[in-house]
T-cell receptor, first 111, second 116 residues
Framework: QKEVEQNSGPLSVPEGAIASLNCTYS??????FFWYRQYSGKSPELIMF????GDKEDGRFTAQLNKASQYVSLLIRDSQPSDSATYLC???????????FGKGTSLLVTP | EAGVAQSPRYKIIEKRQSVAFWCNPI?????LYWYQQILGQGPKLLIQ????????DSQLPKDRFSAERLKGVDSTLKIQPAKLEDSAVYLC??????????????FGPGTRLTVL
């Protein structure tokens, strides 16, 4: 069973702080990594994807990947109350077709 | 550009009844996915179509679930008979490509199924 693990939270951070969301995966053949945001009662929407070791930045979001440690993270700088949502980590192997999702981490940004 | 459309948005049925969900993907998207999302969990892929062919249905409970994508556009997912544990949100997604490509998957609003 290929596992994607996330701390369910809730993770609570004050407005303006950095939120750090973490994800580990079990399949060493995994090649593509995605972060989705899901507001309560809504469908997931893609925030970022990363394929290579290191950091990838997009606005206030930074994805970090360490394949040796089988670890991917998402940093949200200058967190806003509108960032309050569940963040889903999804992993895809080169040999497979499906996205394998974690259970998600609930983030709460307090004013 | 219109997004992924799904209907109905909500459905309440009794156990052992049957139910069907409909999905219309984004125009031009070859790949269509059906996911099941149980409350508090991430989406789980049930079936993936590339045009009108099935490329992955390894997690589809085939004794009660069926899906089709006639003409490679719209798709229907059916449950017959439904069980209590089928209560979930059923999400349809589509992407330009599929297989081992990494085209973004766009999700529809989902159908919330409650089985009593």
């Amino acid at each position: 069973q290929k596992e994607v693990e996330q701390n369910s939270g809730p993770l609570s951070v004050p407005e303006g702080a950095i939120a750090s969301l973490n994800c580990t995966y079990s399949d060493r053949g995994s090649q593509s990594f995605f972060w989705y945001r899901q507001y309560s009662g809504k469908s997931p929407e893609l925030i970022m994807f990363i394929y290579s070791n290191g950091d990838k930045e997009d606005g206030r979001f930074t994805a970090q990947l360490n394949k040796a440690s089988q670890y991917v993270s998402l940093l949200i700088r200058d967190s806003q109350p509108s960032d309050s949502a569940t963040y889903l980590c999804a992993v895809k192997s080169n040999s497979g077709y499906a996205l394998n999702f974690g259970k998600g981490t609930s983030l709460l940004v307090t004013p | 550009e219109a997004g992924v459309a799904q209907s109905p948005r909500y459905k309440i049925i009794e156990k052992r009844q049957s139910v069907a969900f409909w999905c219309n993907p984004i125009s031009g998207h070859a790949t269509l996915y059906w996911y099941q999302q149980i409350l508090g969990q991430g989406p789980k892929l049930l079936i993936q179509f590339q045009n009108n062919g099935v490329v992955d249905d390894s997690q589809l409970p085939k004794d009660r679930f069926s899906a089709e994508r006639l003409k490679g556009v719209d798709s229907t997912l059916k449950i017959q008979p439904a069980k209590l544990e089928d209560s979930a949100v059923y999400l349809c997604a589509s992407s330009l490509g599929g297989g081992t490509s990494n085209h973004e998957q766009f999700f529809g609003p989902g159908t919330r199924l409650t089985v009593l």
